[in-house]
């Protein structure tokens, strides 16, 4: 069965960064595009990065760009969002989100259950 | 504002049958495949259809999905009171180079 583990939300300050991870399983992670979606509170679902499964592209919704960094460690089967100068407006529950293919196509198979992350001072 | 837009609610009764609508652009639902996602409150979001009309393994032959020009559809037949969710459109945009969510639409079952 495929699992997805997000961690390292919480509680943040305006202007802080944060390192979200996502362990998963059941699945040979090495073979399928990696995407991070969220969705703030009372608000639909926001798309907000992507890794393809060769680590060759990325991709970022245009309002994270430069805030935002995807990364994967194939060796250590572990998919990461840093999240820089936080903003209010982050605040969201943060999704790992499996693509069924190698490469980004928005058909997400699999999500993991989210983890809260609540930017406020 | 999302490139892809969904009315934000809709309704049945149970038994009854409901078509949620999501609108697009050339290049985003006329040139890729749509998917979409139910979300009820508290759960991962879950992938109910996926390339325009196929259901993964599990999902019942009640939920239809269909595409057409820039438009899709989530046509729901024999509506239960499960059914009461939101519903997201998604889809790939070769503009934006990214995934697109519509805004989704929320189902009452009354």
């Known amino acids: 069965e495929v699992r997805l583990w997000e961690s390292g939300g919480g509680l943040f300050q305006p202007g802080n960064s944060l390192r979200l991870s996502c362990t998963p399983s059941g699945f040979t992670f090495t073979k399928f595009a990696m995407s991070w979606v969220r969705q703030p509170p009372g608000k639909g679902l926001q798309w907000l990065s992507a890794i393809s499964a060769s680590l060759r592209d990325t991709n970022y919704a245009d309002s994270v760009k430069g805030r935002f960094t995807i990364s994967r460690d194939n060796s250590k089967n572990t998919l990461y969002l840093q999240i820089s100068s936080l903003r209010a407006d982050d605040t969201a529950v943060y999704y790992c989100v499996k693509d069924r293919l190698g490469v980004t196509t928005g058909n997400f198979d699999s999500w993991g259950q989210g983890t809260l992350v609540t930017v406020s001072s | 504002q999302s490139v892809v837009t969904q009315p934000p609610s809709a309704s049945g009764t149970p038994g009854q049958r409901v078509t949620l609508s999501c609108s697009g652009s050339r290049s985003n639902i006329e040139t890729n495949n749509v998917y979409w996602y139910q979300h009820l409150p508290g759960t991962a979001p879950k992938l109910l259809i996926f390339?325009?009309?196929q259901r993964p393994s599990g999902v019942p032959e009640r939920f239809f999905g269909s595409k057409s020009g820039t438009s899709a559809s989530l046509t729901i037949s024999g509506l239960r009171s499960e059914d009461e969710a939101h519903y997201y459109c998604a889809t790939w945009d070769d503009f934006l180079r990214g995934v697109v969510f519509g805004g989704g639409t929320q189902l009452t079952v009354l």
């Open positions: 390339n325009n009309n």
